[in-house]
């Protein structure tokens, strides 16, 4: 059979540091000149520890009910978002395929247009000048 001893542990019969009164102080002298929130405040990360293991741990503040649903929640919102990722860009494909097709003719058409038109200007603009530097000449052939 097994025996148990009562082990005294001396430390818990010690009196334990506890707050001080505030008779303690002399409110004369007493000025508190650090915020409450100073910077040896700070919080300290242990280097073992990153941001995805905070953030994995956080899981557990949430009921498995409820966890289930914002699971679902997520989910469903992601392949709702890359189905429309995948069909914008179908739809995008499309247009500038489409745009590429029909564009490119149409504004080859219009410059050569444009070439066509520069080009009349131009025989038109040789033809005034050629009257203006020998005025009558044509008159004279029909004799």
Excluded: C, H, N
Excluded at 14 to 25: E, N, R
Excluded at 104 to 127: H, M, T
């Amino acid at each position: 059979m097994v025996q148990l001893e009562e082990v005294e542990d001396p430390e818990l019969d010690q009196a334990q540091p506890g707050p001080i009164p505030d008779s303690a102080y002399d409110s004369a002298d007493f000025t508190d000149t650090e915020s409450e929130l100073s910077d040896d405040d700070t919080l300290t990360v242990s280097p073992s520890e990153s941001l995805s293991d905070r953030i994995y741990a956080l899981k557990d503040i949430l009921p498995p009910r409820y966890r289930r649903a914002v699971t679902s929640t997520l989910s469903t919102s992601t392949s709702a978002l890359k189905t429309g990722a995948w069909w914008g860009g179908k739809g995008l494909w499309v247009l500038s395929t489409g745009a590429l097709m029909l564009m490119v003719p149409f504004a080859i058409a219009v410059v050569e247009e444009q070439q066509i038109i520069e080009q009349e200007k131009e025989i038109k603009a040789r033809e005034g000048v050629g009257e203006v530097l020998t005025p009558g000449v044509g008159a004279g052939r029909g004799l």
